[in-house]
């Protein structure tokens, strides 16, 4: 593994681990729940009407406006109440539910005739509503007793959001010594004959209908709405007086009665509700529809939206980690649209998704995984342009490589043709413009058969090739260039046949034993083994030299790379030669490796594969 991957592993992991550890604070932050909450009011917009059987089953009389202005001021007095209440009777509903606080005494005669008028009928709910909060005394303002004699009391309050939209309800709300019953689920439970609700630890039970209102969560119940305001069959409470009311439509239902007219307070913002606000008796209306269609709505919980969050990551990762542009792009893009459809689908299913978690998770992984991508990305190429100045500086070098030859070549062959030159001097030149030619061809045959072999227009020509032959003749033109440095040449070579290219090789081994004599001082030695086990034969050539430092030892493979300690060294040099080694040894399937230090001498191994005939 080279260090530029390693370093992009660390960021990586390390970037996965900042995005798991934000992930409780994206999970239970408060403006995030509100974010989701936010989403799926618009999946719940967007879905529009829901067909449900509890058209049949509730209606809702009205005491709105126009009741108000003709039989007003609000709150309608006892007697009114009784009245109207004394002809819907003639309709046989089977639960009424008074959405109305009748908790302070009236006018005696008044009080007696709304508590007659509510004999008849089977049964009756009323409402009750709890006043202040823990910390200050709370107190239940209840129905008057000659009313709540024999018959059902009930909570009226919904559970607004921090936002004020009322998205559930407590179905038990319990204070100051007593608890009461949601108003929609204790007019179900009458209407449907069941006993006393059953509670466990994760939901209430009303006869066949199991509630998930959970314990730990105050048994709230998340409310599904049928649709906005208008949802139920409604009748005016001033029509009821009047005697222009269907009355029909009442039989055996369970008929909520409340105020609607604007500014009685008795209004609350829902998902679906639109500039004024939901009335109080739509809302409770809604209770009773999500329980008796049980149609409910469960949040997934912490561990849902945690397994989900980790998903979530991972898919985000990835998708950073291995694609770019506009790819990477289109992948994001899915990822939300798969998400949003993922919201709608479980809210068909029941199931209510912390989607603003989600989305804040998709976005930090986004977020963080793209600065630390264009961190790595930026230093790479930052890398890059290094290596391209060197490259750079080292094509110079070799240029001036080649011109000081050439120099030489011009300069020579100028003064021979000048002629009046005497005979021994002038084949002193010749001679002389013979060898440099002969070293800028070699040089520039070097460098042209790297091109080829790693473009793949110098082909390898292989055969049977005796590699203990091949070393001995190796070694001999060795001793001959080690001899001016009186550098000895020790040899261990075992007996051993390879498919190779002969003259490619030969240069690669040959290479190796002139940068071992060129890189190591005066009377040292170099060993060449040849050695083989079941898979590979190994060549290796040990020398006694300055070494090479670690950070340098992937380097000298590289075109042009020469030691910064060797490029003002006496010994000529190009930095070619083990770039064409290693692309030689990697175009017969081998590797080549190196083991040094600096002033303890190096080991190159070139390891080729056996049977790669
Ligand atoms: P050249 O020898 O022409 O400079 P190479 O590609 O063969 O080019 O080697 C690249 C560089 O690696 C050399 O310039 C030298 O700095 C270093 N090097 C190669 N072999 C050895 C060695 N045996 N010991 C120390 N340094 C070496």
Redesign the pocket.
């Known amino acids: 593994m080279t260090a530029i991957t390693m370093k992009a592993r660390l960021v990586r992991a390390l970037y996965v681990l900042v995005v798991v550890a934000v992930l409780p604070f994206l999970i239970w932050n408060g403006f995030i729940q509100q974010v989701s909450a936010e989403w799926n009011d618009i999946i719940v917009r967007l879905r529009g009407a829901q067909a449900t059987s509890a058209t049949g089953a509730v209606a809702l009389v009205a005491i709105d406006d126009q009741t108000a202005a003709r039989y007003g001021p609000l709150p309608l007095n006892r007697a009114r109440l009784a009245e109207g209440l004394e002809v819907l009777a003639q309709a046989h509903p089977r639960v009424v539910v008074l959405d109305l606080l009748l908790s302070e005494a009236g006018e005696p005669s008044q009080d007696a005739r709304l508590a007659r008028s509510l004999g008849h009928f089977p049964h009756v709910v009323l409402g009750a509503a709890l006043e202040g909060d823990a910390s200050e005394n709370p107190r239940w303002i209840l129905p008057l007793p000659e009313l709540a004699q024999g018959r059902s009391t009930a909570h009226v309050h919904a559970a607004p959001d921090a936002d004020g939209d009322v998205r559930s309800v407590l179905l038990v709300k319990a204070g100051s010594a007593r608890r009461f019953w949601a108003l929609g689920f204790e007019a179900v439970r009458l209407a449907t004959g069941a006993d006393r609700p059953l509670e466990s630890a994760e939901a209430v039970s009303l006869g066949p209908i199991r509630i998930p209102a959970t314990d730990s969560e105050s048994r709230l119940m998340m409310i599904n709405y049928a649709g906005p305001e208008g949802a139920f069959p409604r009748v005016r409470f001033g029509d009821l007086l009047d005697g222009a009311a269907n009355l029909t439509q009442f039989r055996d239902k369970i008929v909520i009665v409340g105020v609607t007219a604007q500014g009685s307070g008795d209004r609350l913002f829902t998902p679906l509700s639109s500039g004024i606000g939901m009335s109080g008796i739509e809302i409770h209306a809604n209770v009773v529809r999500t329980i008796l269609d049980r149609a409910f709505l469960v949040p997934v919980g912490a561990s849902g939206g945690f397994v989900g969050s980790l998903l979530l990551i991972a898919i985000c990762v990835t998708a950073i980690i291995y694609l770019r542009g506009m790819r990477l792009f289109i992948a994001l893009v899915a990822v939300l649209l798969v998400l949003a459809s993922a919201g709608f689908l479980s809210i068909r299913a029941g199931y209510i998704l912390p989607l603003g978690s989600f989305l804040a998770v998709c976005l930090a992984a986004s977020g963080i995984g793209g600065i630390s991508e264009y961190a790595l990305l930026s230093r790479a190429l930052a890398g890059e342009t290094t290596k391209r100045k060197e490259y750079a500086f080292r094509v110079q070098a070799i240029a001036h490589e080649i011109k000081t030859p050439l120099t030489a070549i011009q300069g020579s062959s100028e003064m021979i043709s000048e002629g009046g030159m005497p005979e021994q001097q002038r084949t002193e030149m010749a001679g002389l413009i013979h060898k440099e030619s002969k070293r800028l061809t070699a040089l520039i045959q070097t460098f042209l058969n790297v091109e080829r072999l790693a473009s793949g227009s110098l082909s390898l020509q292989r055969q049977d090739v005796d590699l203990g032959a091949l070393c001995q003749e190796i070694v001999e033109r060795g001793r001959l260039y080690a001899a001016r440095k009186r550098i000895q040449i020790e040899t261990a070579i075992a007996d051993i046949r390879v498919s190779a290219d002969p003259d490619l090789l030969s240069f690669a081994i040959y ?2 034993i ?3 004599v ?3 001082p005066k009377n040292t030695t170099i060993r060449l083994f040849v050695e083989e086990s079941d898979s590979e034969v190994r060549i290796s ?1 040990a ?1 006694q ?4 430092a670690t950070a ?1 030892q992937e380097r ?2 590289e ?5 910064k ?3 003002r060294s006496a ?11 290693k692309e030689i040894v990697h175009q017969h399937g081998g590797q080549i490796t ?1 083991e ?1 230090a600096p002033n303890s ?2 080991r ?1 191994t070139i390891a080729l594969p056996r049977g790669n005939g």
Do not use: H, P, Q, W
């Not at 030299?545 to 090479?548: A, C, L």
């Not at 075109?559 to 030691?563: A, D, G, I, P, S």
């Open positions: 290479n190796l002139t940068n071992g060129k890189y190591s050539v020398d030299g300055y070494g090479i340098d000298i493979f075109k042009f790379y020469r030691l300690r060797d490029e010994e000529e040099g190009t930095g070619i030669g083990l770039a064409l080694v190196v040094s001498g190096s190159f």
